[in-house]
């Protein structure tokens, strides 16, 4: 089997699709035989890989799921949208804390080794986080290239190189 992350199914002989929903997220685990995608109709939904179907779905969010971001030593992970980060427990989705204070939609969510959480937005800030407790203890602000407007500052995408140490971001520019 494969999963399709987007509507309709190619092949329904081998192929198993993920709803009607446009999924903007999936993560994968290495312990458990499940993806859990978010989606911009607001859910995070956990899938089963052997059967396809959706085992349990979490309607606390307000606005649609744009990132998500696995724990590398913890079960858990944490979703993001308009409205604020929460974070899960897996495999079930029990909710531990949220993660609130970021007032813009966020586009992308990293985490590094030493377990800061790292938000980046579509007006180009950024809010660096302590994953355990929330608390936000830094915010970086993109600077617009020369001859853009400010508005087009946005961060879509982060990651941490494998050293946990630098920052990479894809941002909005001319």
């Keep these: 089997f494969f999963f399709q992350a987007e509507d ?8 198993r699709g993920l709803g009607d929903v446009y999924k903007r997220q999936i993560l994968t685990q290495g312990v458990e035989p499940q993806i859990i995608t978010g989606s911009y109709d607001t859910t995070v939904k956990f899938w089963d890989l052997g059967t396809g179907k959706c085992m349990q779905t979490l309607t606390q969010h307000k606005k649609g799921i744009r990132s998500m971001v696995a724990h590398h030593e913890e079960y858990t992970f944490a979703s993001a949208g308009a409205d604020k980060v929460r974070v ?33 937005a579509d007006n180009g800030s950024m809010y660096f986080w302590d994953w355990a407790s929330g608390y936000n203890f830094q915010q970086m602000k993109s600077v617009p290239q020369p001859g ?11 990651t941490f190189d494998r050293s946990s140490l630098r920052l990479i971001t894809g941002e909005c520019d001319k």
Aim: some cysteine; overall charge negative; glycine content about 8%.
């Design 148 to 158: 853009s407007l400010s508005c087009e500052s946005g961060i879509f995408a982060s």
């Design 8 to 15: 309709g199914i190619r092949d329904p002989l081998w192929s």
């Design 88 to 120: 899960w427990k897996c495999p079930d989705g029990q909710p531990l804390r949220n993660i609130a204070g970021h007032n813009a939609i966020i586009n992308s969510m990293s985490l590094n080794n030493d377990n800061v959480l790292v938000t980046a």
